[in-house]
């Protein structure tokens, strides 16, 4: 038998989408089997108690990301789009979650493939998200019949410019929980170990957020990463407050262990009015320049930017009355919002409406860059695929 026999390849093409860098993978290349399927994912990103040295991943939450991406017979959609947050140091793929930031490398791949006609000047990839059960539309710039690869758009936390890549989510409140407001209150108060009771807003936009105010946590929410993550008391009050968050809304059960590792949601968001700070970088963020100063925890940790769900999910809670952005928020006139994180600002453009039945998100969207960074294989024994 030769090593050719003992070795199966699977095509990849390894990009980046907005802060976050995964593997895109086409769904018929994968085992159907869901059990085998995450065997050989795992394998390819080299997950183990050692961490990622055996594998592609990056050994962070941002750098441990997968979308599998295949055709469509949905309705309006021309492609579908599974993300995967692959556990850096189990054998577990958590796809209760989405990312934004990957679907910016999603739309850019499907242009890239020729998985949609493109159109001059902007094409649209209409996404169906399986893992929210809802419609993303990503704008990709074309020019003479290409897709545009260079521009002078920015985004904070990656270095140097590209094309802007729009990606919109569509109606996505209450794509976890059936609810924009899964408790139906836009302040809850959850008692916390060593914080007494303190208000939240949890609130359910693409990913299940919970808005918290920094100085509930004795901190002032210009913290940066080293000031967060090695301070084991407050990761402890704020993984304790983020569990009861979930059992409060069933997403778990009253006894059931959870942790970062093997429960992503819900995300807990660390808020406060806008100020100037310095960022990680080194680089002042003038409180002129925002709305609001977010820090979002991701898997026990400080995210160095900010995930796009979760500005999308921040800057929808601004314009709902009464929660607790909304009260921190430099103003509600319009729908832009700024927020300040570690590594420099994001900008959302949210649309809500309400009636009757409560809030809903209209469309949710935000500016991103994306690039192909390496295409091949990835190579796994062959027994993982039988």
């Known amino acids: 038998m030769t090593i050719h026999t ?46 990622q040295i055996d594998g592609v991943g990056g050994g962070t939450s941002l750098t441990s990301k997968l979308a599998i991406v295949g055709m469509t017979e949905k309705a309006e959609c021309d492609i579908f789009y599974t993300f995967g947050q692959v ?44 893992n929210t059960n809802k419609m993303m539309e990503v704008e990709i710039p074309v020019k003479d019949g290409k897709v545009v690869q260079k521009g002078n758009f920015h985004i904070s936390g990656v270095s140097g410019s590209g094309a802007k890549i729009m990606v919109n989510f569509l109606d996505s409140g209450g794509a976890i929980t059936g609810d924009l407001l899964p408790t139906g209150n836009v302040i809850d108060y959850i008692k916390g170990k060593n914080t007494g009771s303190i208000p939240v807003s949890i609130i359910d936009i693409g990913n299940l957020l919970v808005f918290v105010r920094a100085k509930d946590f004795g901190i002032e929410g210009d913290e940066l990463s080293a000031e967060i993550n090695n301070n084991p008391l407050l990761m402890e009050q704020i993984e304790d407050i983020r569990v009861k968050c979930g059992k409060r809304i069933g997403l778990f059960g009253s006894h059931e262990i959870v942790t970062p590792e093997t429960h992503a949601l819900p ?59 909304n009260q921190l928020k430099k103003s509600t006139e319009n729908n832009e919002v700024t927020i300040g994180h570690p590594t420099g600002t994001i900008g959302v453009n949210v649309e809500i409406a309400k009636d009757d039945s409560g809030y809903k998100l209209i469309k949710g969207g935000t500016g991103r860059t994306a690039r192909r960074i390496m295409e091949g294989s990835a190579i796994v024994p062959a027994e993982l695929m039988n």
């Open 6 to 51: 003992q070795l199966y390849k699977v095509p990849s093409v390894l990009m980046r989408g907005g802060t976050s860098r995964g593997l895109i993978i086409k769904d018929s290349d994968l085992p159907r089997d869901s059990v085998k399927r995450d065997q050989v994912i795992t394998k390819i990103y080299g997950s183990s108690e050692n961490g």
């Open 87 to 130: 556990d850096i140091q189990s054998k577990k793929v958590d796809y209760n979650v989405t990312c934004g930031n990957m679907a910016a490398a999603v739309g850019l791949f499907a242009a890239e493939e020729g998985l949609v006609v493109l159109r001059e000047g902007i094409t649209k990839v209409k996404i169906f998200n399986t």
């Open 267 to 325: 995300k807990i968001v660390l808020v406060n009015e806008a100020k100037a700070y310095i960022d990680e970088n080194g680089n002042k963020v003038g409180a002129s320049e925002l709305d609001i100063v977010g820090r979002y925890i991701t898997m026990g940790k400080l995210h160095r930017a900010f995930a796009v769900s979760g500005a999308i999910g921040l800057g929808t809670a601004c314009q709902i009355v009464g929660t607790i952005p």
